[in-house]
């Protein structure tokens, strides 16, 4: 047997290991399996990314709400007192 899971020199390393055909059988041969040595991360409790999340839409909102020229109003004017308007 030239490949596999006996094939000299293979290894198991952090970003590489192995699967038996019956596992790639079992999965309906989807070849999307997980990496077995990543640790899931805790992103924190779900109702308090919620609440930071609409804190940060709330501040956002505020500053779009402010008075500032846009881009294409400072451009229109420069445009027009070049033409004489």
């Keep these: 047997m030239v490949g596999g899971i006996e094939r000299k020199g293979r290894r198991q390393t952090e970003i590489a ?3 038996t055909t019956e596992e790639v059988k079992a999965r309906g041969y ?8 990543t ?7 779900p109702a308090e990314l919620l609440r930071k999340l609409e804190e940060s839409e709330e501040q956002a909102n505020s500053l779009t709400s402010l ?9 229109s004017r420069w445009v027009t007192s070049r033409m004489g308007v």
Excluded at 67 to 74: D, L, T, V
């Design 17 to 19: 290991w192995k699967v």
């Design 30 to 37: 989807n070849l999307d399996f997980k990496n077995p040595h």
């Design 39 to 45: 640790i899931a991360e805790d992103h924190g409790d």
């Design 67 to 75: 008075s500032i020229p846009s881009q294409e109003c400072r451009c």
